[in-house]
């Protein structure tokens, strides 16, 4: 390693204004600060500092979504298993799936994280970790049969205007990788509903009899709840869906990972489902059609309500940023949730429209509870200044 | 006795190299000095020159826009030198001591028996008015004001801090002589915040809050806050308890007797326990031949590792400090440092694995552990600070240059070591104190005191 800092130490004017290559110098620093914690001692104020940095809490996170990655690999070779008829292992499933998955990675991360270094070079700025959670949560809730392209339009259009017009990382109003997934949504329906598009190579082939592709949701919408599988095979994820969002119980090891290191908030989590079971226990009282007959429990496995409510409502940028907020915000989350299910025929799936929505409602719920910590203290002030 | 106030939020730092419970006295220092930097905001006019004899208790320099605030020679001899760095600010005025040149002679009697402009015409006099400090701001008080009340904390929860159950103990007459002195001061109340385990408990004509929790507990503002928070308007004067004493001695013998206990602590000290000096001594006099040899650099620090100011080897100790820390530099690079599963570096969350071994003290270096960035993760300062105050808007506030927001957000209630731990805590490594003495100044220009 010692060589590897000499050479690092030795190279590093060269980066530096002035340098021949100052043009890359937020590159360098990027490369230098991911091979080394840098030596930076504290200049003001407190002198020791937490261990935990940007880039640790990220890694924490994507360590969190592994299991949904490894699940929905799977996933992919089963499902397709399943419509084609063809019997496979468990470890074969699993490559085959990772091996659909890896490009679509591939194109994320590169063209994500390419406009980050371009974009913090232009600003001259250090290149913000934010990227690295978002690159891997795009083709964890897009179908396996995306196209490449629409991908890198996607994480283009997301990391652009979703984020660097507003500041960058730390800055965006709304979820990154949410905005990707509804930019393919409305841009190209098309590969992004219906029931061909959630089993691999399922479009133009015919599977076999009884095999329909078709989502949990998809049926739920047709008001065909008898359709939708098993509680048990929705938990575990069983079910056609977008990669990384079908298996509760992989999404549930990914919290228990959030919550246990304080890295996502609990209360969200906690607040959402709430939410939900509070909307859909509404709807089971006063049931118009077969949909709201579903239980309420139902909607928490169904889709992509779990990863969603674990991995992108828990953003701490784009949610609420107080305490009590963080409550009002996961319970809404909730509500529309089931409201959008339910009750809007042409989006069968509610959760990235819930969380998006929200997301932009955030700051006037921190307005609100700001404005009403400030009118406590004032009463305060008040009671004190009459006695 | 009233009852615990019970303060959840917040954190201990486990460190290594705490203060044993022995005592050294040293020798007199042949240099003391007195830093006017050490004073928040003032502008010094001078009243002595180099090679001047002064008593202990003699006006060194004054405060230009309060200039009945007296700034004395903590012990008698001769003024050397007057330090000065850039546009000639005065940084150090420095005595070269003589154990034979005695004290002024002030009133001696019981202050219960004076009348509280007395008192304060002697503390003025003496030089022990800037011992008190206000709030809102943490400033020297202001001799024409009333304050509500006077807090006092006896217990500081500051990582290697020390205990002043330990350093006051065999003082407590004194310590209720100053207490009785300072209560001319006010018309309300003295209140003495204790531990659960205390001393101070016994002490007359307070008022006793007994706190238990974790770090902030110590702080005064956050005793104020969990009893009586401050509103707009309000002031309420605070002293450190070893100040107490000077106090308590000056009227107990008409002299002044700056001597003071500090806590050499910190990992890189081979036996940190604590040092009896004097105010104002250099800390040299403190840590040489006391530092583990090293081939790192190591950080001296006059205070705490949260709020401390770093000083060199040739500096003086801070006038409001009671503890001398000593830790690594840390100026390294680390490889891959945070991928590292890194047992032996601390952390309040749980990403590392601290969180194994609760009862752990760590070695904590100067290294911020990584770059500064834009706020990303929230709920962390929230779960630090025991007080009615959202800490991250208070902040926003600040940076926004927001007074309307600032001030209803409670910047009268904060001072920079209420926040620390939100420094310490924080993902991004933002420089909270360094924001919050901004707000602060902010306030003080467009406000008045």
Request: charged residues 20%; glycine residues 10%.
């Amino acid at each position: 390693m010692k060589s590897l800092r000499k050479f690092l130490d030795k190279n590093k004017p060269l980066f530096q204004p002035g340098g021949k290559f100052s043009k890359f110098g937020s590159t360098f620093g990027a490369f230098e600060t991911f091979l080394f914690t840098p030596n930076h001692t504290s200049k003001s104020g407190s002198h020791i500092h937490d261990t935990i940095d940007l880039k640790r809490t990220m890694t924490v996170v994507i360590l969190a979504l592994v299991p949904t990655l490894l699940f929905g690999s799977w996933n992919i070779g089963y499902q397709h298993g399943l419509a084609f008829g063809i019997e496979r292992g468990i470890f074969e499933n699993f490559i085959f799936g990772f091996l659909k998955v890896l490009p679509i990675m591939i194109v994320s991360y590169g063209v994500g994280l390419g406009i980050e270094f371009i974009v913090a070079q232009i600003r001259g700025h250090e290149v913000n970790e934010g990227f690295l959670v978002t690159g891997i949560l795009i083709p964890l809730i897009l179908p396996v049969n995306i196209p490449l392209w629409m991908v890198a339009l996607a994480t283009a259009f997301a990391v652009v205007f979703g984020k660097e017009i507003f500041g960058g990382t730390g800055y965006n109003v709304m979820n990154v990788a949410l905005i990707a997934r509804a930019f393919l949504f409305f841009a190209y329906p098309s590969e992004m509903s219906g029931d061909l598009v959630w089993v691999y190579d399922l479009a133009g082939n015919k599977p076999v009899d009884g095999f329909s592709g078709a989502t949990p949701l998809a049926y739920a919408a047709q008001n065909a709840t008898s359709e939708i599988a098993s509680f048990k095979d929705m938990f575990l994820g069983l079910i056609p869906g977008s990669i990384g969002e079908t298996s509760t119980l992989a999404v549930l090891i990914g919290a228990a990972v959030l919550i246990f290191t304080g890295i996502g908030s609990w209360k969200i989590m906690l607040a959402t489902v709430l939410g939900t079971l509070f909307m859909g226990g509404i709807c089971n009282l006063f049931p118009a059609n077969e949909y709201m007959t579903l239980p309420a429990h139902m909607h928490l496995v169904m889709g992509g309500f779990a990863f969603g409510a674990v991995f992108m409502a828990t953003d701490p940028v784009t949610a609420s940023g107080t305490e009590k907020g963080k409550w009002i915000y996961g319970f809404m989350i909730g509500i529309l949730v089931v409201l959008i299910r339910v009750f809007n025929p042409a989006y069968p799936e509610g959760m990235m429209l819930a969380i998006l929505l929200m997301n932009v409602w955030a700051p006037l719920i921190d307005y609100f509870v700001i404005e009403s910590h400030v009118k406590r203290r004032l009463k305060r002030a008040k009671i004190k200044g009459n006695a | 006795m009233s009852e615990t106030i019970k303060l959840r939020k917040g954190l201990n730092i486990k460190l290594q190299g705490g203060a044993k419970p022995e005592m050294e006295t040293l020798p007199l220092p042949s240099k003391v000095a007195l830093k006017p930097t050490d004073f928040h905001g003032l502008t010094p006019k001078l009243k002595v020159k180099a090679d001047d004899v002064v008593k202990a208790g003699d006006a060194l320099f004054f405060d230009k826009y309060h200039p009945e605030i007296q700034y004395t020679a903590p012990v008698g001899g001769k003024v050397v030198s007057v330090n000065r760095g850039e546009r000639r600010k005065i940084l150090e005025i420095v005595i070269e001591t003589d154990a034979k040149a005695g004290s002024v002679e002030f009133k001696k009697a019981d202050p219960k028996s004076l009348s509280g402009d007395e008192v304060k015409e002697q503390l003025l006099q003496s030089g022990m008015w800037p011992f008190i400090k206000r709030r809102p701001y943490g400033v020297i008080a202001s001799p024409t004001e009333k304050p509500i009340s006077i807090y006092i904390s006896t217990f500081d929860t500051a990582p290697l801090a020390p205990d002043y159950n330990f350093v006051i103990k065999d003082q407590l007459a004194t310590f209720q002589t100053g207490i009785d002195a300072l209560g001319r001061l006010t018309d309300g109340k003295i209140y003495l915040g204790v531990a659960p385990e205390t001393v101070f408990g016994n002490l007359k004509n307070v008022v006793i809050n007994t706190f238990s929790g974790p770090h902030p507990a110590g702080n005064v503002g956050i005793q104020i806050a969990n009893t009586k928070p401050i509103n707009k308007g309000e002031v309420i004067w605070t002293i450190n308890a070893q100040d107490v004493l000077f106090i308590g001695r000056l009227f107990e013998t008409g002299k002044v007797d700056f001597t003071k206990v500090f806590a050499l602590a910190g990992s890189e000290v081979e036996n940190p326990k604590y040092y009896k000096t004097v105010l104002g001594a250099p800390v040299a006099a403190i840590v040489n031949g006391k530092l583990k040899k090293s081939d790192y650099k190591q950080r001296i620090i006059s205070g705490n590792v949260l709020t401390g100011t770093q000083i060199s080897n040739q500096c003086y100790v801070g006038f409001y400090d009671s503890q001398v820390t000593v830790i690594p530099e840390g100026d390294n690079y680390e490889f891959l440092g945070w991928a590292m599963p890194r047992f032996n570096r601390f952390s309040f969350s749980r990403a590392y694995f601290s969180w194994i071994n609760k009862n752990k003290s760590y070695v904590a270096d100067a290294n911020t552990n990584g770059e500064e960035r834009a706020f990303v993760v929230t709920g962390q300062y929230e779960k630090v600070v025991p007080m009615d105050i959202l800490p991250v808007h208070l902040l926003k506030a600040i940076i926004a240059d927001d007074i309307d927001k600032m001030e209803q957000l409670g910047i009268y209630e904060i001072i920079e070591e209420d926040l620390a731990l939100c420094e310490f805590v924080c993902t991004s490594k933002i420089e909270v104190q360094k924001l919050v003495r901004r707000g602060i100044n902010l306030m003080i220009k467009e406000m008045g005191n």
